[in-house]
């Protein structure tokens, strides 16, 4: 009976150590992690972003498009696709959606920021609010698609120190 109970402890010890960071569940996010809102306050945002942040020792990945840009239909669509960038990206920053529309241009927060090149535009923040990039997603593209080395190579770079391996 006692080396079962050995046995069962290898082999959930072994099992603890090779399963990934646990996974993120979208549903656990919050909401200015998942969609674009015109309605939502995006310093109240960035806010509870670098509060996270702080909390967790991750940086903050923010995400500027809308609801209407294509591309950001197509980031958003590639992520769900490959998985392991989804929770690298989930794991390492905190995200944080801010929309632009013709509804609501969020022109105070966008004057906070660097110039957008285009849609989906990205920034990385520090958790003490530091802005340290300013991209371009064109930048993660091979021909017309999201390249999954692209976007691993660029978390890997702008991850915080906190949470390299």
């Known amino acids: 009976m006692k080396s079962f109970a050995v046995l069962m ?5 072994s099992f603890l150590l090779t399963t990934p960071a646990a996974a993120i569940n979208a549903d656990d996010l919050p909401k200015y992690s ?6 939502s306050d995006p310093f109240k945002d ?18 500027i498009g809308g609801n209407w840009c294509t591309w950001c239909k197509k980031m958003d669509a590639f992520l769900v696709e490959n998985p392991e ?17 013709d509804s609501n ?3 105070a927060f966008m004057k906070s920021l660097p110039p957008v090149l285009g849609y989906p535009h990205m920034y990385v923040s ?6 340290i990039l300013s991209k371009d997603t064109a930048e993660l593209l091979v021909g017309e698609q999201y390249s999954k080395k692209q976007w691993l190579a660029f978390l890997n770079k702008w991850q915080s ?4 391996g």
Request: glycine letters at 2%.
């Open 85 to 101: 960038v989804y929770q690298k990206l989930h794991n390492e920053f905190v995200l944080l959606k801010v929309s632009v529309s």
């Open 46 to 63: 960035a806010n509870a972003a670098i509060k996270l942040a702080q909390q967790t020792q991750r940086n903050v990945l923010i995400e």
């Open 34 to 39: 998942k969609v674009y809102d015109d309605k």
């Open 126 to 131: 520090t958790s003490s609010g530091k802005m």
């Open 105 to 107: 241009e969020n022109e």
């Open 161 to 164: 120190s906190a949470t390299k």
């Open 9 to 13: 402890l290898v082999i959930f010890t």
